[in-house]
């Protein structure tokens, strides 16, 4: 009875680590932050439901991306940290999935933002489309589908849902 408990234990500790290595696999690791970043802010308005939240985007001293999100009151949404060996969060949030999918696709556009080739970000990103309006594959996968609308304004889209980011002043 005992080893039956410890095998359905191990068993369940083995289910979790398999989705948690799968899910996380489907985002690129950044390879580098640029280093002309050193503050982005943008608004972002998800189009389903017209909520808006702020995202603060800044290099730290450890060469990692700092991503922060809040809600209106400042309260934080998602705060997570990327670098060349992956995704984490940042403080005591709950991990939130579309966040670090959204944040990932940002990294597109400081990338743009910076003048850094987004080859030098995302090695192993394919892009279909030009700079307007293009599609991102991660080993024939689409990740995010992402439109210039205008010289602060882009489009970003990814499992069937889409926000609206736009670049604030400085």
């Known amino acids: 009875m005992k080893r039956l408990r410890y095998v359905r234990r191990l068993l369940f500790v083995c ?3 398999a989705c948690t290595f799968f899910s996380d696999s489907l985002l690129p690791n950044p390879q580098t932050v640029p280093t002309q970043l050193t503050v982005m802010w943008f608004r972002l ?3 389903t439901d017209g909520q808006q939240s702020l995202l603060a985007v800044q290099r730290t001293e450890q060469q990692q991306w700092r991503w922060v999100q809040t809600d209106a009151f400042g309260a934080p949404l998602a705060r997570q940290l990327s670098d060349q060996y992956g995704w984490k969060n ?3 949030l709950p991990p939130n999935r579309t966040a670090g999918r959204l944040f990932a ?3 597109l556009i400081a990338a743009a933002q910076t003048n850094t080739e987004i080859s030098a970000i995302y090695p192993s990103l394919e892009v279909v ?3 307007q309006s293009a599609r991102y594959l991660l080993k024939g996968k ?4 992402v439109w210039h609308l205008n010289s602060d304004q882009w489009r970003i889209g990814f499992d069937n849902d889409s926000w609206l980011v736009q670049r604030l002043p400085e």
């Open 15 to 17: 289910l979790l680590s």
């Open 45 to 47: 308005t998800h189009e």
């Open 90 to 92: 940042d403080g005591f």
């Open 105 to 107: 696709a940002v990294a």
């Open 129 to 131: 489309g030009d700079a």
């Open 142 to 145: 689409l990740l995010w589908s």
